[in-house]
């Protein structure tokens, strides 16, 4: 392992949850400007964990501060990972075993409300799989591996073969933001009609820790807009920026889905643009 | 399979609720299989204190049954005193009250549309049904002293008059409004994500609608054509009322209908104040009432009775209320059977349940 | 999608939003805020006190003290109306919160003093 | 003298025919527990020098006078169609009557006029491959018969009116080790046949071993099912007959030397059919749901790690010959659509052992799809999966089993909370969960090496879609059982039954078991598949590739460390704090977990896992996949009789 | 100011009221009033809330809900009586059903006059308990 | 506004409302008032504008046929009488079994020895 590699995830471990919660900040004022309000401060993401992680120690379950950490460091980890140019595939597996961490501590509370969110955060991971398995499976055939690394020193950039993955991702990057129409576990405001779904049950230290998790995670994503983009800086930062904003807009004009029309209408853009990219791309041989 | 239902107790308190209501849900998936509703968290026993005091110091209690239809609660009262009493109260203040009372509709149907936008998760629209709805707000304050609680109805007219300069500058005031409230309801009524949402959801059916007892937009969105309005009692006899109705009978009828109602709302606003009578706005009362009346009107969410009965004495008799949300209590859980436990909050607001007029 | 237009309207315009509490809201003429006592027009006549629904004020009139509950007082205004002396008024200002050990019962001395009959000039 | 690897293979085969004999004989609990305590240990020992001796160098035996063999063989074949027409006519069962008449007629007809092709055939293979086979039975089997021992005794506890006959239970599974143990070590075509069908007969005669009339009616339905296999196998074998070459094709080894592969299509179509009987594929795969109503050890022995084992186990071994044909490629989609579609079924059931079936059949069919396939790391990955999903599905078997015991119920609905009810079962529980599905556990890196192989194969992308929505429902199904383990429970803790010995024993071997497999992968591929690749694929080389990319070892490596220290972090960690109570509404929990609801009537606030029935529920989605599959095979079958191969 | 004071999520409970409270509070979300300019979020879970508010007198059927939720709220809480009602029963502390103002389930740290509360005396109410929340925590802290 | 008020016999209740239901009408309320001697229950229906009241004068205690069977809708009212007056219903289509309205004091309108309404003692606010 190359020294880069390691000063590439140590910045990652420091730069990502500063940035992620100045982002969130970004899209709380945002939001508050679209809602012709004038919102909160910009550093309030960080005053909420501050404030969160000097609550008191309250549980409902104390097997929930071991799975809450369990998900911050894993998270952390693969995002570490994916910053070292890691192996996809196994960023996203990591993801997923992050993830099921966070499903548990909701179960693990065995209240109503933090259970169904527990289920419909779990049914957001199963509607999220497949398109991470096609999006490495995509960066297999444009480069003969799993490898990010690999993806970034592509001369052409990975929108070209892999367009139809990108437009999946982006409909994704929704439920994986947390935004409405698919925000169906759980959001960044008061949820209807779950409380606070998977995170209901959780306080104090523990919550800051899942919300300082959301922070990594959108890191995680936004910076995989990078390999699609790779090599062209300019390029990349803006479509992070657009999508970025995109996805505050969609949060803003449409309401909350339910998770059957969630699970549908995601399914059908995976089977439609991520399925027939990957096709295609196998028909035409990979490109190795 | 009983082993596969999960039991969700549904409040009192829960975020989607400003008020406390419970229902028990019995969920499968995500399937609700029966839901029963248990409500006396907002029982006050307000009725019981006719006795100690003045029927006329009782209006600004009845005012606070309920903090949404305040207004009418008052109105109603005082119209069941002028009837036991057979006061005529001068044509001015049954136009001012009229006023009131739309401006009340239109400040409760704006509350439920944001209420109701939230529990679909559309947060922008909220803040935008709830901006328009301060304006509304600024009028009723303006003219009567009060947000939300007026205090302006008083046996026998009204407790303030309002100059006849501030209604001319009401009319530019209400075309904004309207106008802000026309990019809304476009938004509630053409949006296809609502649309899917709402479309086909917690059906009634006209007839269930009608024995069932619902009232109000709910029994109008299922093509009911009932609104006492119809009668004519205040001014809505000379402003040619006539029901908004939708055939649906579901929750995009029922929204429909509130959204259609705010316009008409503003139509009647308007004839109001341009026909405004000049005059006095209250007649003195002498003596104490005596008899039974039912009195009824038509509140934002449907037909309120208020029921008195006097006994010669200032301090009524017996004192009864019957609001619409009440009666629409049954079909609220003739609705709630099948749905989707995402559409339960939607759902328990479509009928636009006000559980302190409910309890008293 | 509807709602597109309409947020970006929102984006172009300035919030709507007050900068209370930085300077203070104006009121509208005749809003019910609260309730001002003055003590030198009080007559002890006690119908502010009977005809108070919500029973905020007592008037003792044996030891001139008039006393009002700020938390229990409805802001009805049913006491101005009814008194004859103008002896009470409603401002436009809210009337401001307390702690525990803040609250209290706001206890006035009545100063009235009744004026001296006047001669009864036409009696001559 | 006979060499060492001899007589280790005749003691796999012949110690567990005696035991079962002894067994059937001996009645007193003692006497068994003794004699089935020594015969597992000798197994164990033998299967496991066997391996080793094999991984060294692959093994190769060659007897004179096999005849004899053959005309013990034949009998039993014999015996065993004699046994299941008496059964059949017993029971007026019509299906399985004719099915195992005609596979009478079929073993007849071969005996007494087949060609007999040249003899010079040798007897026992031990590849790695068989090897890999010979330690799951020997270890993972004998521990479940162990482990029978003491949930027998707690089974007739529990199953009141169901006769006793332990004699003839544990000589039936010991006598199936052996079956298993020929089949996985004979050359001949025509043993392993026999093996088959007595792995047949076991498996139909202890699915109906309580006799009720459900498990007569599943056991007929495995039997019929499992008949067809047979009956394909003898096709496959006529038809091997007929081509006319000096080599005898009869013989494994020979056969999978065969050059013309074009000559072979039609008997690897058959071939494929019987391997898909048997691996329960769809749309055979009822039978295997259906044989849960079997006592638990049977269900892990024989319908999870070793039975059905052997029909994938039979693919594998002819997946190089199978890669070159398209009855390979249909084989793949068949087990590749088996994967997605079983994998969906599973989310709506609330049976455990329903759902391990399911579980198992999804996890076959990738096992077939990698078959299928064939390519190196397709087997690669095939063997891997076999590996992992052997012992993890026997440690869940065996935990469900004494969790039923336990608590009454194998609904995974009731398994809430069992972490704090029953610390050790649930523990090894997770254990074997998080071995089905979760990083950095076996399962998922043979997953992986799927994809790897998958990627790289003719019509990869179509694998790949349906790998990615199968495993999708995989996470599904499994995480929400896991939730349930973890949930906090405020209901009385489970009776103080002490665990039989030999279950807790099985148990945490078999625990063990997992976290070493997955501990030692890099040495299971280094030291078991590539030397068994490079038998086959003398070229092969795994080097830097993917999930065996250095770096990413280290990452898996740091990964479990994680875990290890977040798991001896929940261990040691601090617990202060304020329990509060669960978030209700506002409405109070009393000591039972209860809240007053409407009407004023008490109910327990209770939650339970979503089934999407209206999706994945049995009555939608088994008719379609049974269309679906069942053209998938008779277009294999037909391209089998067109011998079309591949051409890339 | 520390953290705890940027940050306070409400938790809104209505006990008995008429509503009135209850829309004004819902009111002083929405842009003309906007608190979540000081960070405020109602947050509708008793787990992640700092401050309780609570509108209208006790009855009978909310007295265990009203402890029930306050339970559940991690330290440091305050907690916030809005309107009249809560404060002492209000107009209706005479009805056979009600019991009195909040404070005679769980202590309470602020009160705020109004029938209904106006949003603006509602955020000066909410200014004050952010003092007595930082008084809390601070005395939280001096106990580790 | 009608207020003519029939008089009519309690045991007649369900066939009244079987009448109005079959001739369209709609149960607009169910009132519970004391009388001089014992409580009047008013049913209220109409269709349109005809509105129809019907009372029934029941003594203290006394168990009246519910009309849940002709108005699905009649469980609220009668729950709440049952709740408020004591009174009890045969056969209504949801029995909250007493829990409809939750009160401190046990059916606060019912008549007590004191004809005034059962009042909960306030205990005064601190000062």
């Given at each position: 392992m190359d020294i880069m590699f390691i000063v590439g995830a140590v910045l990652f471990l420091i730069l990502a949850p500063i940035l992620g919660g100045l982002l969130t900040g970004c899209d709380r004022v945002l939001t508050a400007r679209f809602q012709s309000r004038v919102g909160p401060p910009l550093l309030q993401p960080f005053y909420d964990v501050a404030k969160l992680w000097h609550k008191e120690k309250a549980f409902s379950n104390p097997v929930e501060i071991i799975f809450t950490t369990a998900y911050l460091v894993l998270i952390a980890f693969s995002g570490a990972m994916l910053a070292t140019g890691g192996n996809l595939l196994f960023v996203f597996f990591s993801l997923a075993l992050a993830h099921t961490f966070l499903i548990l501590a909701a179960y693990s509370a065995n209240a109503p409300y933090a259970h169904i969110g527990a289920e419909r955060e779990l049914l957001s991971v199963m509607i999220l799989e497949p398109i991470l398995i096609l999006f490495a499976a995509g960066c297999f055939l444009v480069t003969g591996s799993f490898d990010t690394y690999h993806m970034l020193i592509q001369d052409v950039p990975g929108i070209i073969y892999l367009p139809g993955v990108f437009i999946v991702f982006i409909a994704v990057l929704t439920l994986k933001l947390r935004k409405s129409p698919f925000d169906i576990s759980t959001s960044h405001h008061a949820h209807q009609e779950l409380v606070k779904g998977v995170t209901s049950s959780l306080s104090g230290r523990s919550l800051a820790k899942v919300e300082i998790a959301h922070w990594y995670e959108m890191m995680i994503f936004l910076s995989m807009i990078l390999l699609f983009f790779a090599g062209y800086p300019v390029l990349s930062a803006v479509a992070i920026i657009l999508v970025f904003l995109l996805e505050i807009v969609i949060d803003n004009i449409f309401p909350r889905v339910t998770w059957k029309m969630t699970v549908k209408s995601l399914w059908i853009v995976t089977l439609v643009f991520g399925v027939g990219n990957i096709v295609v791309l196998g028909i035409l041989g990979g490109i190795v | 399979m009983t082993g596969r239902q999960t039991i969700i107790?549904?409040?009192?308190?829960?975020?989607?609720?400003?008020e406390p209501i419970h229902l028990d849900l019995v969920v499968e998936d995500e399937r609700v299989v029966s839901a029963i509703p248990s409500i006396g968290y907002v029982h006050r026993g307000l009725e019981s204190l006719v006795d100690r005091r003045e029927y006329q110091d009782f209006v600004f209690l009845a005012e606070r049954i309920c903090g949404i239809c305040s207004f009418t609660h008052s109105s109603t009262f005082c119209q069941g005193i002028e009837g036991l009493m057979g006061i005529q109260i001068p044509q001015r203040a049954a136009y001012l009250r009229t006023m009131w009372g739309e401006y009340s509709r239109l400040h409760s149907h704006l509350l439920w549309l944001g209420l109701f936008a939230d529990s679909l998760g559309f947060e922008s629209l909220f803040y935008q049904a709830w901006k328009i709805r301060e304006s509304i707000l600024d009028e009723m304050e303006a003219t009567?002293?009060?947000?939300?609680?007026?205090?302006?109805?008083?046996?026998?007219?009204?407790?303030r008059d309002v100059a006849n300069s501030f209604l001319s500058g009401m009319d530019d005031r209400l075309d904004e409004i309207e106008d802000n409230m026309k990019d809304l309801t476009n938004v509630f009524l053409n949006d296809y994500t609502l649309k899917k949402r709402l479309v086909g959801k917690g059906v009634l059916s006209k007839d269930d609608a009608y024995y069932l007892g619902a009232a109000g937009p709910t029994a109008r969105g299922s093509g009911l054509d009932m609104d006492i309005r119809s009668t004519g009692y205040l001014a809505y006899g000379d402003v040619g009322f006539k029901p908004v109705v939708e055939k649906g009978g579901d929750g995009y009828a029922r929204c429909a209908v509130r959204c259609r109602e705010l316009f008409q709302s503003v139509e009647i606003i308007r004839r109001v104040i341009t026909d405004m009578p000049e005059g006095d706005v209250f007649t003195p009362v002498k003596g104490n009432p005596d008899g039974e009346y039912f009195s009824r009107s038509e509140q934002p969410r449907g037909e309120v009775i208020h029921y008195l009965k006097g006994?010669?004495?200032?301090?009524?008799?017996q004192f009864r209320v019957r609001t619409p949300t009440l009666t629409n209590i049954p079909p609220l859980v003739s609705i709630l059977a099948g749905c989707e436990l995402a559409d339960v909050p939607q759902i328990v607001l479509t009928i636009d349940p006000c559980i302190g007029c409910m309890e008293r | 999608m509807k709602m597109f237009k309409t947020i970006l309207k929102q984006f172009f315009h300035t919030p709507a939003t007050t900068t209370f509490p930085n300077t203070p809201l104006e009121n509208f003429e005749g809003t019910r805020g609260h309730l001002v006592f003055d003590p030198s027009k009080c007559t002890s006549c006690m119908m502010c006190m009977k005809r108070c629904p919500s029973q905020a004020i007592t008037v003792q009139r044996a030891e001139k003290i008039w006393t009002l509950d700020r938390f229990r007082c409805?802001?009805?205004?049913n006491c101005v109306d009814v008194c004859k002396f103008d002896a009470l008024l409603m401002e436009r200002e809210y009337a401001k919160s307390a702690t525990p050990t803040e609250r209290g019962v706001e206890t006035y001395e009545i100063t009235y003093v009744k004026p001296e009959r006047p001669k009864k000039e036409t009696a001559e | 003298m006979y060499p060492p690897e001899l007589i280790a293979i005749l003691i796999l085969l012949l110690v567990p025919v005696s035991a079962a004999v002894l067994l059937a004989v001996f009645k007193p609990d003692l006497v068994r527990n003794v004699l089935a305590g020594i015969t597992s240990v000798i197994i164990i020992g033998a299967s496991v020098f066997l391996a080793w001796k094999a991984l060294i160098a692959p093994v190769s035996l060659t007897l004179e006078h096999t005849e004899w063999i053959g005309m013990l063989l034949f009998i039993a074949e014999i015996g065993v169609a004699l046994v299941i027409l008496g059964l059949s006519i017993k029971y007026r069962k019509i299906l399985p009557l004719l099915l195992s008449v005609i596979q009478l007629i079929l073993i007849l007809i071969l005996e007494f006029f087949g060609i007999a092709g040249p003899h010079a055939m040798t007897t026992f293979t031990v590849t790695g491959l068989s090897a890999v086979m010979v330690l799951i039975i020997g270890i993972i089997g004998t521990l479940i018969c162990v482990y029978a021992l003491g949930y027998m005794k707690d089974y007739h506890d529990h199953q009141i009116g169901v006769p006793v006959r332990k004699r003839y239970f544990f000589a039936l599974m010991f006598l199936f080790l052996s079956a298993m143990f020929g089949l996985v070590l004979f050359n001949n075509l025509m043993w392993i046949l026999c093996a088959w069908e007595v792995t047949t007969l076991c498996s139909f005669l202890l699915i109906g071993y309580s006799r009720t009339p459900e498990a007569m009616k599943n056991a007929f339905r495995a039997v019929w099912m499992n008949l067809i296999g047979g009956i394909c196998f003898t096709l496959a074998i006529f038809f091997l007959l007929r081509i006319n070459t000096p080599v005898n094709l009869l013989s494994v080894t020979d056969l999978l030397a065969f050059p013309n592969v074009s000559a072979l299509t039609i008997p690897l179509a058959f071939i494929a059919v019987a391997g898909l009987t048997k691996a329960a594929?769809?749309?055979?795969?009822t039978w295997l749901t259906g044989a849960m109503v079997a006592p638990t050890p049977v269900s892990a022995l024989l319908h999870s790690s070793t039975m059905v084992k052997a029909g994938v186990y039979l693919l594998v071994l002819f997946a190089p010959l199978f890669s070159q044909t398209w009855v390979g490629i249909f084989l793949a989609l068949i087990g590749a659509f088996t994967f997605l579609a079983t994998s969906a079924l599973a989310i709506s059931q609330s049976n455990a052992k329903k759902v391990l079936a399911y579980s198992t059949i999804a996890n076959l069919g990738l096992i077939t799809a990698c078959a299928g396939i064939g390519t190196a790391e397709a087997i690669m990955a095939a063997i891997l999966l076999i590996i992992f999903h052997a012992v993890a599905k026997a440690l869940l078997f065996l935990c469900v089993g004494a969790v039923e015991h336990k608590i009454g119920s194998r609904d995974i609905e009731d398994m809430d909370g069992l972490l704090v009810r029953l610390p050790l079962l649930a523990t090894m529980m997770v254990i074997g969960i998080s071995g089905m599905y979760l990083a950095p556990f076996g399962m998922l890196i043979s997953k992986w090496a799927a994809l790897e192989a998958f990627l790289t194969a003719p019509l990869g992308y179509v694998f790949i879609a349906i790998l990615a929505f199968g495993s999708a429902f995989t996470i599904f199904f499994w995480t929400k059982w896991l939730g349930k383990l973890f949930m906090r429970m405020n209901r009385p803790p489970a009776e103080k039954i002490a665990l039989h010995i030999s279950e807790k024993l099985s148990v945490i071997v078999m625990g063990v078991l997992v976290i070493g497999c997955c501990l030692g992968f890099p040495a299971i591929i280094t030291g078991v598949i590539i030397p068994y690749l490079n038998g086959i694929h003398p070229y092969f080389y795994l080097g830097n590739k993917g999930f065996f990319y250095f770096d990413t070892l280290v990452m898996l490596g740091l990964m479990a460390f994680i875990l290890l220290f977040l798991v001896i972090g929940a261990f040691l960690g601090s617990r202060e704090g304020r329990t509060i109570a669960p978030y209700l509404g506002g409405r109070a929990v009393d000591s039972e977990g209860r809240f007053l609801g409407s009407l004023g009537v008490y109910k327990e606030a209770k939650t339970s896992n979503y089934y999407l029935e209206e999706y994945f529920g049995e009555k939608v989605l088994l008719k379609p996949s049974w269309v679906i599959s069942g053209v998938l095979i008779i277009v294999m079958l037909v391209l089998g009789f067109m011998g079309v191969m591949i051409w890339i | 100011m520390s953290s705890a004071s940027k940050s306070p999520w409400l938790l809104h409970y209505n006990a008995s009221s008429c509503n009135g409270c209850d829309i004004e509070i819902l009111a002083a979300l929405t842009p003309v009033y906007d608190v979540e300019r000081f960070g405020i979020i109602n947050t509708g879970n008793p787990a992640h809330a700092d401050i309780f508010v609570v509108t209208g007198g006790v009855n009978e059927q909310n007295k265990a809900v009203l402890k029930n939720i306050y339970d559940q709220i991690p330290e440091p809480k305050v907690v916030v009586a809005v309107g009249i009602c809560a404060s002492s029963g209000g107009v209706f502390r005479e009805c056979y059903n009600i019991s009195g103002g909040v404070d005679t389930i769980i202590p309470v740290d602020v009160y705020v006059p109004g029938c209904s509360v106006r949003p603006e005396a509602l955020i000066e109410g909410i200014v004050k308990a952010l003092g007595v929340l930082e008084e809390k925590r601070a005395a939280m802290e001096a106990k580790k | 506004m009608n207020m003519k008020i029939d008089s009519v016999e309690a045991a007649d209740v369900q066939k009244i409302a079987g009448t109005m239901r079959s001739g369209g009408y709609r149960l607009v309320v169910m009132t519970c008032t004391p009388a001089d001697e014992g409580y009047y229950i008013t049913y209220s229906f109409e269709k349109e504008t005809d509105l129809r009241h019907y009372r029934i004068a029941v003594a203290e205690g006394t168990t009246i046929p519910s009309i849940g069977s002709s108005y699905g809708g009649a469980f609220v009212y009668e729950n709440e009488i049952h709740d408020l007056y004591g009174f009890t219903f045969e056969g209504m289509s949801l029995d909250f079994g007493g829990t409809f309205i939750k009160t401190s004091v046990p059916y606060p309108f019912k008549k007590k020895e004191q004809p005034a309404p059962t009042v909960t003692v306030v205990k005064e606010a601190k000062e």
């Open positions: - | 107790p549904f409040g009192p308190q829960h975020p989607v609720l400003p009567t002293g009060g947000r939300v609680i007026q205090g302006v109805c008083k046996v026998g007219g009204v407790r006994n010669g004495t200032k301090n009524l008799a | 409805v802001m009805c205004g | 594929q769809m749309p055979f795969s | - | -």
